[in-house]
Structures are given as C-alpha cells and as structure tokens.
Nanobody, 125 residues
Framework: QLQLVESGGGLVQPGGSLRLSCAAS????????ISWFRQAPGKEREGVSC????????NYADSVKGRFTISRDNARNTVYLQMNSLKPEDTAVYYC??????????????????WGQGTQVTVSS
C-alpha cells in the first residue's frame, strides 16, 4: 500500500518544541518534493514548508521562518519538520504531501500525489 504516515504530534507548552516525521511506505521519496501543510479549526489549509527532491532547497511560510526546519533522510524514506518556539497559533492538524517535483516553487498551490492522514499539534499552557 502506497502511503505517507505522519507522527510526532502532541500537546506542548508555548515556547516548546516538537519534531514531526513523515514516513513513506510502498514507494521511495527520492524523486518527490515533500511539503508540510496545516489546517486549524475554521481556517483554510496553509502551506508551512517544502523541501526539494534533492534536499538542496527549502521554502517556508513567513509565519514559521526561523522557528521551523524541514529536512529529509532518503535512506530512512522520511522527512522531518523540527518545530521550535511554538506558539498557540501553530495549533493545527499537520499533513505531509509528496509531489513529483524537483523544486519547491509554488509548493502550496500545486497538486500532490500522496497525502498523509495528519497529526494533531496543540500548543497550549
């Protein structure tokens, strides 16, 4: 079965950190750009970050720049999103998605072949 599985979400206090993982099964991520999206209750889904298929370029939403870091380990067929200095407004369900692209140009507006089921991140004291 071809799928992406996210993990690592949870409840964290403001200022805390979490690391999300996006693991692929049934296919290799080597040739895919991977993006993270999030959706908060009552809000539209928004692009958070993207990493190119080679890992050589990344892109971030302005709201997370300097706090989030995306990385990939193709040997483990996994992409990570390290989230530091978390804020209550980061609370959302986070999804990863894989698209057959080399770059992260317009990553939030293009179609993706695979989506994960999502992992909940809650930032609250």
């Amino acid at each position: 079965q071809l799928q992406l599985v996210e993990s690592g979400g949870g409840l964290v206090q403001p200022g805390g950190s979490l690391r999300l993982s996006c693991a692929a099964s049934g296919f290799t991520l080597d040739y895919y750009a991977i993006s993270w999206f999030r959706q908060a209750p009552g809000k539209e889904r928004e692009g958070v970050s993207c990493i190119s298929s080679s890992g050589g370029s990344t892109n971030y939403a302005d709201s997370v720049k300097g706090r989030f870091t995306i990385s990939r380990d193709n040997a483990r067929n996994t992409v990570y999103l390290q989230m530091n200095s978390l804020k209550p407004e980061d609370t959302a369900v986070y999804y990863c998605a894989a698209g057959p692209y080399f770059t992260c140009s317009d990553y939030s507006g293009r179609p993706y072949d695979y989506w994960g089921q999502g992992t909940q991140v809650t930032v609250s004291s």
